[in-house]
């Protein structure tokens, strides 16, 4: 960050008073610019056993495989951002959706609350952002071209437990080396 986005003046980083980490701060009218994680809402969704993914037609990963998820917006619920997203770049509709995983991804500042459920209808495509829409069964899982290690993390968990018939929610940390 090099300027306030209040004022426009030039932010430097400092450790502001009673606080334990830098932060921008404008050197014109003193706005602290807090930064956070951002959250990804995404959902592992079946139907008749296969499972709804997407070959990305954006960067980054363009044309590696995912399960549709993506930033939420401000004044949505997660549970919301999960169904948009799967509109958007899938086309599809979830019918039910609980909540499956939370992953921390700490090296890039990103939460990840993944659902899993099922769609309503088998009715799908590639949005804007997609290449490519799919239902894909668990062997021919396309492990080698998927877009990112939390996607491959929650699919690998969700395939063990369909086996168990036990979907209890979990949390995890995604770490990159
Ligand atoms: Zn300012």
Redesign the pocket.
Known sequence: MKF?S??G?KVGLKVPEGDHLPRFV?G??D?IHYQNPKVVAGAVLEYEGKILMCKRAIEPRYGFWTVPAGFMENKETVMQAAARETYEEALAVPEKIELYGVYNLAHVNQVYIMFQGKLAKPEFGPGPESLDVKLVEEQDMPWEDMAFKVVTMTLQRYFTDRKHGDFRAFTDDVVVK
Do not use: G, L, R
Request: glycine share 0%.
């Open positions: 306030c209040e004022c003046e404008c014109d009218c706005t």
